[in-house]
């Protein structure tokens, strides 16, 4: 559900309060958000550029595998408009380990399509 959760920064109106996601201030340039699910609840924080756009997630303990948790972090930029949503171009995932960040994961957006209710 984490991983979920980070990668709503693509579909951003997924982290709003009526799809379940509860916001509580931390300071003025982060936020930790939580989302439950049945019997599983998820929190990361959230913390914010100037500009307003998520530019980084975190979890403080995400399994890396079945016995060792570790702190996990997600990076945002290069913000765009498409089809009508705000959401980064690029993005990077990595385990924290004391010696550094391990990425495991950086791309960047290319083509998404959205389906909206009407």
Request: with cysteine; charged share 20%.
């Amino acid at each position: 559900m984490l991983r979920y959760f980070a990668e709503a920064t693509w579909y951003p109106t997924a982290l709003l309060p009526s799809q379940g996601v509860r916001w509580d201030a931390i300071n003025d340039t982060s936020a930790r958000a939580t989302l439950t699910d049945g019997a599983t609840t998820v929190s990361l924080v959230f913390q914010f550029n100037a500009e307003g756009t998520i530019a980084t997630c975190r979890a403080e303990a995400r399994y890396r595998d079945k016995l060792t948790a570790m702190p996990w972090v997600g990076r945002f930029w290069e913000y765009s408009v498409r089809n009508g949503m705000l959401i980064p171009l690029e993005g990077e995932v990595g385990w924290e380990y004391p010696e550094g960040t391990r990425l495991y994961f950086k791309g960047r957006t290319t083509e998404i399509h959205y389906e909206f209710a009407s």
